[in-house]
């Protein structure tokens, strides 16, 4: 918890994402792997864990709130955790895939949601806020995703 809420604050300072894998020695006990550094909007982590086994993802919202994008809710269901710290509300939740059991068909209905919603703001010229339709149905897409897939835990 301590280093997740150092990135938010690197992420307040540098103004850009950071992340990282969590992973779990043969304790049960958590201990991060590969820092990333990304920007202002994104950070890319290689997946897996050299020490340990690897449960799932940490990384920064440098000026967004906590909530997953959908990209966020792909990862959370198909490695099981992600958990996102926010500058913008100086938090820390963790997303946690409800199912016990990964379902392909499950991660294909995520990947459609992404594809509708997100990728049409990603690819607008007028930013998200403006294209207020596309936004709006990102957002309800993004809620009832959260709230079909993932039980949402407050860290901080």
């Known amino acids: ?5 150092k990135n ?8 850009i994402e ?3 894998n969590l992973c779990s020695n043969s304790q049960k006990q958590l201990h991060d792997e ?8 994104s950070v890319d982590i290689p997946i897996g864990c050299d020490k340990g ?3 799932g993802l940490f990384h920064t919202h440098a000026t967004a709130s906590s ?7 792909l990862n959370a269901y198909k490695l099981s955790i992600n958990c996102i710290g926010s500058v913008e509300e100086n938090d820390i939740k963790c997303y946690v895939r409800k199912d016990k059991i990964y ?11 992404m594809i509708s919603y997100e990728h049409p703001l990603l690819l607008s010229k007028i930013p998200p806020e403006e294209d207020i339709e596309n936004y709006r149905k990102w957002t309800k897409a993004r809620k009832e995703l959260t709230e079909h897939y993932l039980n949402v835990v407050e860290v901080i």
């Open 1 to 5: 918890i301590q280093k997740m809420k």
């Open 8 to 15: 938010v604050e690197y992420s307040r300072l540098e103004n």
């Open 18 to 20: 950071f992340g990282f």
């Open 34 to 41: 590969k820092p990333c550094l990304g920007n202002e909007c």
């Open 53 to 55: 086994e690897h449960v």
């Open 67 to 73: 909530k997953p994008s959908i990209r966020d809710i």
């Open 103 to 113: 379902k392909t068909e499950e991660r294909d209905n995520i990947i459609t949601a």
